[in-house]
């Protein structure tokens, strides 16, 4: 397989399952050496690790819970630790803690923004200090380092019953067109990537069931609920110099669910 991220180092937070795992995977595949951060799965996180390091590629998992500050300085010590350098930052950990509005609890509300929110600043800040105290090295990439921001189609669609999921990718999709416009002159490219109704243990009960993945195939014009390996090759394409001119820039990969796809024939 051809290796356009050789000599980069990455680090992929929730590496464990769903879509951090294919992206860890595939950036692995691509050559760059991947810490795999899980929270609380460390068994798919390792056997990760192992099928890359079989490949021929560099692989670690380690455990960092990404709403801990301790957690991320750690996180970041251990790739430069293990691998000398820090070049890909995927602030991919994110979950749902979903309930009516109405009933929300406090706690639901803080444990969705920790994660989805203050986890991924964290992350982007942890990484760009690295980045800024390497700066750039031709011979790896163009940039001194790549940031991505994983957001969902939720952070334009608003979503009934998951006020506080929807308002913490509003939110990060912010950060990162913050973010993109801080660091620039660093060298460091920020994205966002907005997957839509993506295979994952998060929205099993969309797609396990006959009857609502039929209803959710309303929702997405290209009908076809996503995999991971969507997510994970767009992300392995924009962290490499192909997307050097690329930043501030959310790309939504869901097919289509974002073209308002009630107005087919509507309207
Ligand atoms: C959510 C999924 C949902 C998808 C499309 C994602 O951000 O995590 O549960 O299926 O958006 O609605």
């Known amino acids: 397989m051809n290796k356009p991220l050789q000599n980069q180092v990455a680090i992929v937070t929730g590496g464990s399952s769903g879509i951090g795992y294919a992206i860890a995977r595939d950036l ?10 899980y929270r609380s799965e460390p068994e798919p996180a390792e056997a990760l690790a192992r099928e890359i390091i079989a490949a021929g590629g560099k692989a670690v998992a380690f455990r960092a819970d990404v709403s801990v500050p301790e957690d991320i300085t750690a996180l970041v010590e251990k790739a430069v630790a293990e691998f000398g350098r820090l070049d890909i ?44 105290k390497q700066g750039v090295n031709a011979d790896i990439s163009r940039a001194s380092g790549k940031i991505v921001s994983m957001l969902s189609v939720h952070d334009v669609i608003p979503w009934m019953g998951h006020v506080n999921y929807a308002a913490a990718k509003g939110g990060a999709k912010m950060m990162m067109l913050t973010l993109a416009q801080e ?6 490219r920020v994205v966002g990537v907005s997957p839509g109704a ?63 796809p009630g107005f087919m024939g509507n309207g």
């Not at 009933?103 to 690295?130: K, S, Y």
């Not at 995999?227 to 930043?247: G, R």
Request: hydrophobic share 45%; aromatic share 8%; net charge negative.
């Open 28 to 37: 692995g595949m691509k050559g760059a050496a991947v810490l795999i951060d």
């Open 89 to 132: 930052m995927v602030a991919n950990a994110g979950l749902q803690n979903d309930a009516p509005a109405l009933e929300m609890t406090v706690e639901q509300w803080d444990h969705a923004m920790n994660v989805d929110l203050r986890g991924q600043f964290l992350c982007a800040q942890a990484a760009a200090r690295q980045f800024v």
């Open 183 to 188: 660091f620039a002159a660093h060298k460091i």
């Open 198 to 260: 993506i295979r994952t243990d998060i929205n099993k009960n969309v797609w396990d069931n006959p009857q609502s993945y039929k209803d959710l195939l309303k929702l997405i014009p290209y009908q076809r609920i996503g995999e991971p390996e969507d997510v994970a090759k767009l992300v392995s394409w924009l962290v490499s110099d192909e997307a050097d001119y690329i930043t501030g820039t959310t790309i939504y990969v869901d097919g289509g669910m974002t073209l308002y």
